[in-house]
């Protein structure tokens, strides 16, 4: 037994003095850091402050959408981080401004709802014809 745990220090103390240079994990870890900063924390610093801006840009009339992709019209935009939109029929909700992911072209409901009347037509008289 006295054998096996003297060869055991012996490893240890032959690994620990065959190490190098101390500062060389400071290094790897300086680097490990550096590697984090870039590829995670940076990029998404990015990304908040771009959706901070286009927030503090909508204004009244602008056509959005959403996270969960609803589509409207901000009627009335608050102090205190909400908005009203104006849905399709005149539905009405009020949702938090951090949910909002874009702000479209003006007149993009109008060629959406064009599309989908059409569609709606072509497809009932594809039905009654069968």
Not at 40 to 55: A, G, N
Not at 63 to 76: A, D, F, P, Q, R
Not at 77 to 104: E, M, P, R, W
Request: proline share 2%; glycine share 6%; no cysteine.
């Amino acid at each position: 037994m006295n054998n096996f745990i003297n060869g055991m220090l012996i490893n240890y103390n032959n690994y620990s003095q065959s190490s190098g240079n101390p500062y060389s994990i400071l290094l790897m870890l300086f680097i490990f850091i550096l590697i984090f900063y870039f590829m995670i924390i940076r990029p998404q610093q990015k990304r908040m402050k771009s959706h901070k801006l286009l927030i503090n840009n909508i204004k009244n009339g602008d056509e959005i959408m959403t996270n969960g992709g609803l589509i409207g019209i901000v009627l009335e935009k608050t102090n205190n981080g909400y908005a009203l939109l104006l849905l399709v029929d005149n539905n009405k909700i009020i949702i938090k401004l951090d949910y909002i992911s874009i702000v479209l072209p003006k007149g993009t409901i109008n060629l959406l709802n064009n599309d989908l009347t059409k569609n709606i037509v072509n497809n009932t008289s594809k039905l009654n014809k069968k």
